[in-house]
């Protein structure tokens, strides 16, 4: 019989080989077309007497990089289907069958009573991974770039046909766990010391090497199938269990906040499955999975983690008749260290760079600075330095405003003033090429009217980096009045090319992120003045999902810098635009206290030297909040949503600003930008999945005892009305595929 | 309602929870049999007088396990229709024990129960008996596991007990233990564990360090640290109380509860009891209660259950002229101290488990007979005794003597 996604053909040893290749995609995933297909392959394989065994390899690159989610996505519509029309138990029982189903179908072949090997020919993630597992040999071929694992838990979910068990009875629980809840692949070098392969072979001998285990007699056995398995780190129960499970919960709460119900999952399969025979652990686990599949953080993080990221990135925003730029050489105006920071990345992603400053030295401090990088990475052994070497021989560090003159797209990252962006401006359009694009790196002055000291308004974008440029992997494009399409297009292009995700946006003070960043810091001060511990105000914004507390943030951003904000807002929209106590805070930290942050290791924190221990908290600091709660009498679930709800509303008030346009980029970029607590799906997923109502009224409730930032805006109050969600009212376009 | 009266108490002496400790050689049975014996000869009770006996032991695995009680009554001689049963409600089990032997009698439904308890912690081991409370995900999670000794040093950091403030507590509860053997104040009440051939193996309580200065303690490292760093329960302490910017490490094995062997029992019964019987009463249960707290800071229960009792029971602080509280760690007691401000002369006034050593299911009955042995000493007339509880709870009872 001929199948659709894999190819059958039966030595004559009686050796099957099963070939995955999935026509039309360059790589194969687990859709339903492959599970039915892998089904009926092993009823007509276990059937004919003829097979002997059955090696399963893939004819792609990558033998298979795991679930389609969008099928997942697809599932969940259903679901909301028949829990409409048959409610919750039909509902939930139609996910249990489906979630069971691929397991089953796995577990089917790992006891069929004929041996499968997996010839694995390169990258297996999630339920690739798990198809391989299930085979009773392993043998990868040679390549230092295959990766193999179990990715699910970060996009929410996890392993859920067989991976939970299999894993942790084929390595020690400790090393299972780390595995499955961290959730990074390793290499088939590192994979083969774990236990989790059999063998690495050169490529060329892989699907000799299977059928070489199965004509050698191969079992068609699982160890935890053999009487007297005994698990790889004891019975859940023993000593060595006890010494494991508490801490791996306690491990688990730090590095989730308990916020996870995945990660949660993983836990419990593996304290529940260890103690089952492997049939009831894998049933135990299907319905871990079916509860996974619907949380909405599995939704929310499916969207905005895989989906929408990966449609950013392919250039979902990006005008389809501006055909595609060749960008090849760039320059950064400013080698400090956001621009030299610009260049370095610029450069790694093969692109030629022009490093410009007032003088040689100051340039050549930039390259440095991306020596200095380079070097740590090298160090870390993440590097070669060939590769090094190429990267700085790309970036040519200049003062010579002249070498300009080649150069497809010219970011500048100085000062930021207006009248040194002026001369700047000034200065270096005399030597660009006729279409050459120019960028201002910006992050607080609008685009607008920055473009109106450009001749060619058309011409000028905002691509706004966020610190540290090397780690962050957000750039914002913002839109000024006048930017044209082949801007925009050259601005998404190149930020493609440095391998960072995109979200465009329109002008607006602060933008996007920085907007919904600055509520955050600003909430976190209103707490202090309020009287909350600080340490409450950090761990709650901690517990809350943010990667970093407010006190925390304000001192990396630098104090004074918060305060010349407070200042230049005061100045330009008038007094009632700043909370005059606020003010009043920065004032004393910074100019009588002379704290202006990290970086002179004294902000709301004290910073010990470098291996001196860890920051903490100024004990000065009780003596500037004008009252004290007791703890005790704090509202911890109220601290958190505030956290929240502060940011997701501003998020709100700029898509009624025009500022952001698609839902999908306001998710992406709060989540990649700020870190916007990433279980939730993003700023705008936090309100759909709350209901518009609901987060409404929590706004009102907030609003009423706090103030008018949490006043919800007049777009969020028509979708409480008609029961709108951001996605349902502005649908994201599709990608361009 | 018929009243509870106590007639009797005793205890075993505590022997060090290791295996060089004089108790390791004596069995859990022989261990559980050592006090029941010892109340039926010191009140000549004949056999099938008494209508239960409740064993507090905490992990009753291996030869604990089994319900040791209805075994150790066998091998006491309390006569083959004497039954027995088992409970666990952690270090609170010997106090609970007492308590569920007099709400028997209070209900009208028994005449003479013994309620006590037996540990042996050098033979079964602390945890022995599993469960699922650290264990389980879906348990550990949520309650915010975390192993007694960082809730306790939780404790101190909340509420502001610093290393010289329990090492001064621990220094104390030395002395006092040490003045309280060396006067007498417990040979009442402890009887020598023999072998086979009546040769005493432990007459007295062996943990004790009389010696103990602030100068000593200060040379311990904390114990909890690295389990609270390394093993995730920093976090889960300062994700349950995010008040706290970082747990301040301060207990050690100088100003906890010492692992011990030992067992004690309680002779309760009806006044009509005591009279058939020839007992003479000593005390009668005024009330007892327990309560559930919070299961991160675990080990704050007495100061739930104490409230509750004194709600119920409609008595006040100024009632109550002993406390005892068990000594689970320093700040347990220091907490409770500041919670209800009590006169350091009226709580622990013979030491506790950080000097004497806590046989966890032993240990609540033990201490209720210290304190009334106490009242009669001094002719005072009532004593609080509460126990903190692993996965946040208390249990507390008032006696009077009559």
């Known amino acids: ?737 | 309602m018929p009243e509870a009266y106590i007639y009797d108490h005793v205890r075993t002496p505590r022997g060090r929870g290791k295996a060089d400790g004089a108790l390791h050689e004596v069995t859990a049975l022989a261990l559980a049999t050592v006090p029941l014996q010892a109340l039926k000869e010191r009140n000549n009770l004949g056999e099938d007088v008494v209508d239960d006996v409740v064993l507090g032991v905490v992990d009753p695995v291996g030869e604990a396990g089994s319900d040791i009680a209805r075994f150790a009554a066998l091998k006491a001689g309390l006569g083959e229709t004497v039954p027995g049963v088992q409970i666990s409600r952690f270090c609170a089990s010997g106090l609970d024990a007492v308590n569920f032997a007099a709400a028997q009698i209070m209900a009208g439904q028994h005449e003479l129960v013994i309620g006590g308890g037996a540990e042996s912690m050098s033979r079964v081991g602390i945890g022995a008996s599993g469960g699922a409370w650290p264990m389980d995900p879906s348990m550990a999670v949520p309650a915010y596991f975390m192993p007694q000794g960082v809730s306790a040093d939780l404790i101190a950091t909340k509420y502001g007990f610093s290393r010289d403030d329990v090492d001064s507590y621990a220094v104390q509860s030395q002395q006092r233990a040490a003045k309280a053997w060396d006067e007498g104040r417990f040979s009442k009440s402890v009887v020598p564990v023999k072998d086979v051939n009546g040769l005493t193996i432990l007459a007295k309580d062996e943990h004790m360090r009389p010696t103990t200065t602030m100068q000593s303690l200060a040379q311990l490292q904390p114990s909890f640290t690295v389990v609270g760093q390394m093993g995730g329960f920093d976090a889960v302490a300062i994700q349950s109380h995010p008040e706290i910017e970082r747990v301040n490490y301060v207990h050690h094995a100088g100003n906890s509860s010492g692992i011990v062997d030992g067992a004690g029992a309680v002779l309760l019964g009806s006044k009509e009891a005591g009279a058939k019987h020839g007992l003479k009463p000593r005390a009668k249960i005024r009330a007892f209660a327990n309560i559930g707290s919070e299961p991160a800071m675990m080990l704050t229960g007495p100061v739930d259950v104490t409230e509750k009792l004194f709600e119920r029971s409609g008595m006040k602080k100024s009632d109550i002229d002993l406390f005892e509280l068990n000594e689970a760690f320093a700040s347990v007691v220091l907490r409770y101290i500041q919670a209800f401000e009590i006169d350091n002369a009226k709580i622990n006034v013979n030491g506790g488990a950080i000097a004497l050593g806590h046989p966890l299911g032993a240990t609540g009955a033990m201490i209720l007979g210290t304190v009334l042995d106490e009242l009669e000493r001094t002719n005072k007339s009532t004593a609080l005794v509460t126990l903190c509880i692993g996965g946040g709870m208390g249990t507390a009872t008032i006696i009077e003597r009559v």
Request: hydrophobic share 40%; glycine share 8%.
């Open chain 1, 1 to 737: 019989m001929a199948f659709k996604n894999f190819k059958v053909e039966t030595d004559i040893d009686g050796i099957a080989l099963v070939t995955w290749d999935i026509p039309g995609r360059s790589m194969n995933v687990l859709d339903e077309t492959s599970t039915t297909e892998l089904e009926e392959i092993l009823k007509q394989t276990t059937a004919d007497a003829a097979v002997k065994g059955v090696v399963i390899t893939s004819a792609k690159e990558a033998f298979c990089a795991g679930a389609d989610l969008s099928m997942l996505e697809g599932m969940n519509k259903e679901y909301a289907k028949v829990l409409k029309e048959k409610g919750e138990v039909a509902a939930n029982q139609m996910l249990f069958d489906q979630s069971r189903r691929f397991s089953l179908v796995l577990r089917g072949i790992e006891t069929c009573g004929k041996p499968w090997a997996a010839a694995i020919n390169g990258l297996a993630l999630g339920g690739g991974f798990e198809v391989t597992l299930s085979c009773h040999y392993r043998v990868a071929a040679e390549n230092p770039k295959t990766r193999l694992g179990l990715p699910e838990v970060k996009v929410g979910l996890f392993p859920g046909a067989g991976g939970t068990q299999r894993v942790p009875r084929l390595v020690p629980p400790q090393d299972a766990m780390t595995i499955l809840l961290k959730g990074d692949p390793v290499t088939v070098d590192k994979a083969k010391a774990l236990n989790l392969i059999h063998a690495i072979v050169p490529a060329a001998d892989l699907i000799k090497a299977a059928k070489d285990w199965i004509k050698g007699g191969g079992k068609a056995v699982a160890p935890w199938d053999e009487k007297g398995f005994k698990l790889p780190g004891g019975p859940v129960f023993s000593k060595a269990g006890m010494m494991m499970f508490p801490a791996g919960n306690a491990i688990y709460r730090r590095e989730t906040y308990d916020n996870y119900p995945a990660a949660r999952a993983i836990m419990s399969c593996v304290y529940e499955g260890l103690q089952l025979p492997i049939d009831a652990a894998l049933r135990v686990e299907s319905r871990y999975f079916t509860q996974v599949l619907r949380s909405k953080e599995a939704a929310a993080m499916i969207r905005s983690l895989f989906l929408s990221m990966q449609e950013l990135n392919k250039g979902a925003r990006r005008p389809q008749n501006v055909p595609a730029s060749k960008i090849k050489k760039i320059a950064v105006i400013g080698a400090g260290f956001m621009g030299a920071s610009v260049g370095y990345v610029s450069a790694r992603a093969g692109l030629d760079v022009v490093l410009i400053d007032r003088d040689q030295e100051s340039a050549d401090k930039g390259k440095a600075h991306a020596k200095s990088v380079i070097d740590g990475l090298i160090a870390k052994g993440r590097a070669k330095q060939a590769e090094a070497d190429a990267i700085m021989s790309r970036i040519t560090p200049t003062a010579d405003y002249a070498a300009l003159g080649d150069c497809d797209l010219v970011i500048e990252a100085v000062f930021e003033d207006r009248k040194v962006k002026a001369d700047t401006f000034a200065k270096a359009q005399q030597y660009l090429k006729a279409d050459a694009i120019f960028a201002s790196n910006t992050s607080t002055l609008p685009i607008t009217s920055l473009a109106e000291n450009f001749k060619e308004q058309g011409k000028f974008v905002g691509i706004h980096f966020f610190s540290p440029v090397e780690k962050m992997m957000l750039v914002e494009i913002i839109l000024g009045k006048n930017t044209g399409d082949v801007a925009l297009a050259a601005a998404l292009d190149y930020v493609r090319i440095i391998g960072k995700t995109p979200i465009v946006v329109n002008d607006s003070r602060g933008f996007y992120a920085n907007r919904c960043v600055g509520r955050y810091i600003a909430e976190g001060n209103e707490m202090f003045l309020e009287g909350v511990p600080p340490a409450m105000i950090e761990n709650c914004a901690k517990m809350a999902g943010m990667p970093v507390g407010p006190l925390s943030l304000s001192d990396e951003v630098a104090l004074d810098l918060g305060l010349k904000v407070i200042k230049a807002t005061e100045a330009d929209l008038g007094p009632n635009s700043i909370n005059p106590d606020q003010k009043k805070l920065m004032v004393e930290l910074v100019e009588k206290q002379g704290r202006l942050g990290r970086k002179n290791s004294k902000g709301f924190y004290d910073y010990p030297e470098k291996g001196k221990g860890q920051k903490s908290l100024w004990p000065g600091l009780s003596a500037l909040q004008p009252k004290q709660l007791d703890p005790d009498t704090i509202d911890i679930e109220e601290l958190k949503q505030r956290f929240l709800v502060v940011q997701a509303v501003e998020a709100a008030r700029t898509v009624e600003d025009h500022v952001i346009t698609d839902p999908r980029e306001a998710d992406v970029g709060s989540i990649l930008g700020f870190g916007f607590a990433p279980f939730t799906g993003g700023t705008l997923s936090y309100i759909d999945f709350m209901g518009a109502r609901k987060f409404v009224e929590l706004c009102h409730k907030l609003e009423a005892k706090y103030g008018s930032r949490f006043t919800p805006p007049k777009l969020l109050e028509d979708m409480a009305a008609s029961g709108e969600t951001f996605y349902g009212r502005f649908p994201p376009k599709k990608a361009a595929a």
